[in-house]
């Protein structure tokens, strides 16, 4: 049997005793968490449902009769083989994406790009009032990552969504070797503070597009850097910047709004993993930090 939760006031005993009786009802709850933004909850039901998530603390509103969430099948096998499963969503009756974008437009902008989609099953003894007829518990069926778009229309679109197992699928071996740093700029092995070489940007002049921010104060430091903007809405974009010169930052990926004149942005430079740049931007004493071999012999020389 798969690991119950109980919600609060229940104990597993009550989900084991509403299924041994068979006469119970359940709902299936789909919890999508984007790799930017609030998760969103969505459950198959006709109406709404209130539960603890599993895993979770407070209790969150499961819509119904919003976007239908069709797939996600539960499996059981022997192994670390993934799972690789088709996703449909019916967004027919919610028409944005976290009431900011349609769900189209969102979805092809990458916004569910590596998202974690879960399906739990919660049991109570018959329908009702949340309250008057409050859900025994919950458990497991399906925990897997967006893996890439199939189809993607109007009022639906078809995802292929693959176990949380995938992680394991990566080749690498236990250790790196490479000239350039294994570290991330600002991760916790780098231990640099990224706050203190931001710079916060308002744009007074030029021509500003959805890939480029007109500044001045840009230069070839920021390549490989990222800046974090936002369209008056609350909702910080992350863009990574592909080009930088006296006149402005290029985006790799670009934005779903045109910022104006006026728009403020935060932009931090790039790392190239190399140690003179290492030396060069936070002092010799941070080599001890560098994790790369720039004495390995590229390829061209290693014959």
């Known amino acids: 049997m798969r690991p119950i939760t109980a919600q609060p006031g229940h104990v597993e005993a009550d989900v084991v005793d509403a299924l041994a ?42 819509l119904g009769g919003s976007v239908l969430v069709q797939g996600l099948r539960s499996h059981i096998k022997i192994g670390i083989e993934v799972d690789e499963q088709q996703l449909v ?27 974690s989609i879960r399906r739990d099953r919660f049991i ?17 069926m399906f925990d897997g990552i967006v893996a890439g ?18 992680v394991l699928d990566t080749e690498m071996p236990r250790d790196l070797y490479r000239p350039r740093c294994k570290n991330v700029w ?17 744009i007074s002049s030029g021509s500003p597009t959805t890939t480029f921010l007109p500044w001045t104060g840009a230069d070839a430091n920021y390549v490989e850097g990222k ?17 930088a010169d006296t006149t402005g930052l290029w985006l790799v990926y670009p934005l779903d709004f045109t910022p104006t004149i006026g728009t403020t942005f935060t932009a931090f430079p790039g790392c190239p993993g190399t140690m003179t740049r290492c030396q060069d931007f936070h002092g010799s004493s941070w080599l001890t930090r560098f994790k790369g071999f720039p004495y390995i012999p590229v390829v061209e020389s290693s014959f």
């Open 21 to 62: 009786s068979k006469n119970f009802v359940y709902t299936d709850c789909f919890t999508i968490t984007p790799l930017i933004g609030s998760p969103l909850y969505y459950t198959n039901a006709a109406r709404d449902v209130t539960v603890v998530p599993l895993g979770g603390l407070i209790r969150q509103t499961y």
């Open 89 to 115: 969503l019916d967004y027919t009756n919610e028409l944005d994406f976290q009431a900011r974008l349609p769900w189209p437009k969102a979805l092809l902008l990458g916004y569910l790009d590596g998202a």
């Open 124 to 140: 109570a003894g018959a329908w009702g009032d949340d309250l008057s007829y409050p859900w025994l518990g919950g458990m497991p």
């Open 149 to 166: 778009l199939t189809q993607v229309g109007r009022q639906s679109a078809t995802l292929s969504v693959k176990s949380a197992i995938n």
């Open 186 to 202: 600002g991760d916790l092995n780098c231990g640099v503070d990224q706050s203190a070489f931001a710079s916060i940007v308002t």
């Open 227 to 243: 800046v974090h903007i936002d369209n008056g809405d609350s909702v910080t974009r992350v863009r990574k910047i592909q080009r």
